[in-house]
């Protein structure tokens, strides 16, 4: 017969141990950042009714920290096809087969391209240069065509967040020519924005869709761990005279040109909780099994 006082112990332990796992289950990181990784290659494939894009990838953008400072290239690898969702369809009207291209996909073959540019050899430090760029810049380890540097950061909506990411409220968007600013803005989704002003016949116009931006400012933790934020432009670029380009498309893109394709950011999907998780859980079961066997 089991006294009071060990069935009361007994529910006691229970009890610990069932707050223990929902201290843990609550202590569980959200899921860490997507891998990103960027190819070089060739488009070998263009599908407007799934939305994708398939590349011969045939180098990897690694980065080589053995020396302390990393020292980034990319290095050839076995061809390989990786295919990828693009960031906006409009991309449709500017690529074509065969058309060289820099690519950052999201978790690998079959996940999402963060960006996508057309690139031209380069003449200067940088082997390539882009000329067409969609998805996120900062995913594209490769400037802009005529010595051009486009930098941006995003304010977010502290109403709309889901985990480490929240919808962003607006970009600040700087181009630089060489050292000098040449342009600084802050655009909402839709607006665009273009830069002429050398004597060169090289232009940037800037087309921002949508964005999202680091709940971190929002959260009274500080930094929060999980998913990236990414953001989505259009960024098309008339190269300096001289330096050879093939660009499918002559008409800069605008708002009003593309404004039926620009749709609202929608809420970041949730982040998902790492595998580890499922250990509390089962343990949660076990303990409640357990209990169920000895005081039925």
């Not at 960006?115 to 390539?128: L, M, Q, Y």
């Not at 930094?223 to 001289?242: A, K």
């Amino acid at each position: 017969m089991i006294g009071t006082h060990d069935l009361s112990s007994s529910h006691g332990r229970a009890s610990v141990l069932i707050v223990l796992v929902l201290l843990a289950l609550v202590a569980m990181p959200a899921a860490a950042a997507v891998q990103e990784i960027t190819y070089l290659g060739r488009i070998t494939a263009l599908d407007p009714l799934s939305g994708t894009i398939t590349i011969r990838a045939e180098s990897q953008y690694l980065c080589d920290y053995s020396k302390g400072d990393a020292a980034c290239r990319f290095t050839p690898v076995t061809p390989l096809q990786v295919v990828g969702t693009v960031p906006e369809e409009g991309i449709f009207n500017t690529f074509r087969n065969g058309d060289q291209v820099v690519a950052t996909i999201l978790g690998g073959s079959g996940g999402a391209w963060a960006g996508f540019a057309r690139v031209i050899p380069s003449a200067g430090r940088d082997e390539w240069a882009v000329t067409d760029l969609f998805g996120d810049p900062h995913t594209i380890p490769v400037p802009l065509a005529g010595g051009y540097v486009i930098e941006y950061s995003t304010t977010p909506d502290c109403t709309q967040c889901t985990g480490s990411v929240c919808k962003a409220q607006s970009a600040h968007v700087v181009l630089k020519s060489g050292e000098f600013t040449v342009l600084d803005r802050s655009m909402t989704a839709g607006q665009s924005a273009r830069y002429s002003g050398r004597n060169d016949g090289s232009s940037v116009s800037i087309l921002y869709l949508t964005g999202e931006a680091d709940a971190g400012p929002c959260s009274q933790a500080g930094p929060l761990t999980g998913m990236q934020p990414i953001s989505n432009f259009i960024i098309q670029v008339v190269p300096p005279i001289g330096q050879a380009a093939t660009t499918a498309v002559a008409t800069p893109p605008t708002a009003e040109g593309i404004g039926q394709k620009v749709t609202p950011q929608s809420t970041p999907a949730p982040t998902q909780a790492p595998f580890g998780c499922m250990i509390p859980i089962a343990a949660l079961c076990l303990v409640a099994l357990g209990l169920r066997g000895r005081f039925s």
